[in-house]
């Protein structure tokens, strides 16, 4: 199986911050990885598919960016709605994995 | 629009079967398919298995002998059962659209499975 990891495990920025997750895939999974993004309490909502396309409904300060093993979520000018865990999973190969995930808070 | 919502027993002792039920809307289950993800407490997503729109299955290895996933098309309901369970299957456990390109689109608010004595 492809193993995900995710770095930092937790983040604390400060409104209006730019922010970036890492995720780095154990082979080359040629941009086959989402975001997926899990509010406190709520089940996960996919943020970004193929790397870098945005899932209708999300604004515009997401963004995805990577190549062969390395990915990176950035968030331009967070926002207090932005207060979740950050998850990258593969699709590349079966089975689809995940990372660890990502909790950002803020400052 | 595409709704999806797990139901199912919150608690289990050691050894006894899992079965959870999925209820979809907005959706066919001929369409597309639905996946089980598993999130232990505080932890990371795990995919268990999927049903797919012609009605095969395919099941993550780690536990693969011990899952099946079925449906029932005209009740828009998919099926996870699990047997010989046991404290690590602790977590909450989500449906979801299981669409090409193996992403999931649309989650379950998900069902909390304790497995204790």
């Known amino acids: 199986d492809i193993q995900m990891t995710q770095s930092p495990a937790s983040l604390s920025a400060s409104l209006g911050e730019t922010v970036t997750i890492e995720c780095l895939a154990s082979e080359d999974i040629y941009s086959n990885l989402a975001w997926y993004q899990q509010k406190p309490g709520k089940s996960p909502q996919l943020l970004i598919y193929?790397?870098?396309s945005l899932n209708d409904g999300v604004p515009s300060r997401f963004s995805g960016s990577g190549s062969g093993t390395q990915y990176s979520l950035k968030i331009n000018s967070l926002q207090s709605e932005d207060v979740s865990i950050y998850f990258c999973?593969?699709?590349?190969?079966?089975?689809?994995?995940f990372g660890g995930g990502t909790k950002l808070e803020l400052k | 629009q595409v709704q999806l919502k797990e139901s199912g027993p919150g608690l289990m002792q050691p050894s006894e079967t899992l079965s959870l039920t999925c209820t979809v809307s907005?959706?066919?289950?001929?369409?597309?398919?639905v996946g089980w993800v598993r999130q232990p407490l505080g932890k990371g997503l795990v995919w268990m298995g999927t049903?797919?729109?012609?009605?095969?299955?395919n099941y993550n290895s780690a536990v693969q002998s011990r899952l099946s996933i079925s449906r029932d098309t005209s009740k828009s309901q998919v099926f996870l059962k699990m047997n010989s369970l046991q404290p690590e299957d602790t977590g909450t456990y989500y449906c979801?659209?299981?669409?090409?390109?193996?992403?999931?689109?649309?989650w379950g608010q998900g069902v909390m499975v304790t497995v204790s004595s």
């Open positions: 999973q593969q699709n590349y190969d079966s089975p689809p994995t």
């Open positions: 049903i797919w729109a012609g009605g095969s299955t």
């Open positions: 193929y790397a870098n």
């Open positions: 907005g959706f066919s289950l001929t369409s597309n398919g």
């Open positions: 979801a659209r299981h669409i090409s390109g193996d992403l999931f689109d649309y």
